[in-house]
Structures are given as C-alpha cells and as structure tokens.
C-alpha cells in the first residue's frame, strides 16, 4: 500500500472538500482506493488465519464508502477526510459483531477493536456478561501483549452512573456505564508507511484478539 500517497491525497482533500475538486483528481482517488482494497484484501487473508471466522470477507465488504451522508448533519462537506476499513464476521462494516478497525487520516491514524454502540438488548447482555465473568475481563487486559497497545475500555459515550439493575458498588462500575466496548490505540503517520506495517499491525490485531472473542462470545449467546 502506497500510505504516503493516500495521506497526501487526503490533506488535499481536507484542504478542497467539494465536487469540483474532487471530480478533478478523480483518478488520484481512485488509485488510492484501489491502493487501499489491494491492504485490506491482504489484511483479511492474514486475519482468516488469526480468525477463521472472517474467512469469506471482501474489500467492499469492510470499506466505508468515502461519501458523507449530509442529510441530517450541520457540515455540508460532500466528502470525508480518511479512509476506513472494519473486518468483523458476518458482515464486515454492517456486522454488529466486535471486529478489528483501521483508521487512516492524516495526523490521526488509528487503530480499533470490539463492539461499537451495541442494540439494547445486546448492550445489557455484555453488561451482565462483565458482571458476571469481570476476572475473565481482568486477565484479558493484563495480559503483556494487551498492555503493549491498550490500556482500558475507550470512554467515549459513557453514562454519569451504573443503569438500573446492576449493582452500583461494582468494582468495575466504570465498565458497566459504557454504551460502546472499543479498544483503541493512536498509530503514527511514519508508522503506516514503513514497508512491514502488515506485519506490526497483525500484532496488534492479535493482541485485541481476545477481548473481541469475550464480546462475540456474549453476542452468540443471546
């Protein structure tokens, strides 16, 4: 994957979000789309053999599209700023399942993992699920291979307070107030564009594994 072209083409884009620019470099786009398929197709095929249960996925299966839906947003650019790709089974970027995520935007690249703004009735049963099993969660996140790339749950959507119906004396309250289970870890600019980023990541992919396994594991149970 050629990431410094995508990353430049990206500031560019940053810098012109509008039709008449876009249109104009079009086949800049599309080389670095095609640059960005060709990653992913790879990352899938190394991942089935982290994760037999991806086996199958496409590119267009896992990659947002690069148009933003305006319609009820207040910033009318046509366009976004990043390229993104999620792999999870069932689906790829429409499977509720936790999955693996890989951000690239200039000055903002990124990794993530688990499960993003689960269903009602998903969300309750993950809940229970670390009530229920929080030593098994402990272990996941002591782990040396965790502790490399993450420290904790992300914060982002979190509730003031434990919901009703869980104890409110948890020892992992803060757990429990989460609304979303994501995993998450800042990559440099530098760092996607060394030659052996695959290998690095995989790595990574590797060491959120298990978490995702606990999440998905509660979803099969339902």
Not at 85 to 107: D, T
């Amino acid at each position: 994957m050629n990431t410094k072209r995508i990353l430049n083409y990206l500031t560019a884009l940053t810098q012109n979000n509008n039709r008449e620019w876009f249109h104009a470099h079009k086949e800049e786009y599309t080389a670095c789309r095609l640059d960005f398929e060709e990653f992913t197709q790879q990352w899938i095929e190394r991942m089935t053999a982290l994760d037999p249960k991806v086996a199958g996925l496409t590119p267009k299966d896992c990659i947002w599209r690069i148009y933003r839906d305006t319609r009820f947003s207040l910033d009318k650019t046509p366009y976004k700023d990043h390229f993104g790709s999620f792999i999870a089974e069932h689906g790829g970027k429409k499977s509720q399942y936790a999955g693996w995520y890989l951000h690239l935007q200039p000055g903002e690249c990124m990794f993530a993992a688990g499960m993003w703004c689960p269903e009602p009735e998903l969300l309750r049963a993950v809940r229970m699920s670390i009530l229920d099993n929080y030593e098994e969660v402990e272990d996941i996140m002591s782990a040396p291979d965790f502790k490399e790339y993450f420290a904790d749950f992300d914060t982002y959507a979190m509730l003031r307070k434990v919901p009703a119906g869980f104890p409110q004396d948890f020892q992992h309250a803060d757990w429990l107030k989460r609304k979303t289970f994501t995993i998450s870890c800042p990559l440099t600019d530098e760092e996607v564009c060394q030659p052996d980023f695959l290998d690095r990541f995989m790595h990574i992919c590797s060491a959120a594994k298990p978490l995702n396994d606990f999440l998905n594991y509660t979803f099969e149970e339902l």
